[in-house]
């Protein structure tokens, strides 16, 4: 009988996203190391800005999550984020895409 030595397979493992849980009372820069989810809260009735990476790198992206329990929405990209909605959005090299 004979056995082939077949190359392995490499199983990639799943990448976990980070996660920032966070009540915000002021706007919010967002930078390249920032993670990758945005689970917010905005404990005011005013909308607060949320500010993207001045020099974002390919393939950034961000889900903003705006919880139901907010007071306020978030602004970003010309966009509002309201409590309870989500907004997702990757920098493709010359412009953020929302998806």
């Known amino acids: 009988m004979r056995i082939h030595n077949l190359p392995r397979?490499?199983?990639a493992?799943?990448?976990a996203p980070t996660i920032n849980v966070e009540t915000l009372t002021t706007d919010k820069q967002l930078?390249?190391?920032?993670?990758e989810v945005q689970d917010l809260?905005?404990?005011t009735i005013t909308r607060l800005n949320l500010?993207?990476?001045n020099a974002p790198i390919l393939g950034k992206s961000f889900l903003i999550i705006n919880e139901s329990g907010s007071m306020g929405n978030f602004y970003l990209?010309?966009?509002v984020v309201y409590p309870g909605d989500r907004y997702e959005i990757v920098w493709q090299?010359?412009?953020?895409l929302e998806l």
């Open 13 to 15: 493992t799943p990448i």
């Open 9 to 11: 397979t490499a199983i």
């Open 31 to 35: 930078e390249n190391s920032s993670a």
């Open 41 to 43: 809260t905005n404990s």
């Open 93 to 96: 090299g010359s412009k953020w």
């Open 51 to 53: 500010f993207l990476p």
């Open 77 to 79: 990209n010309n966009s």
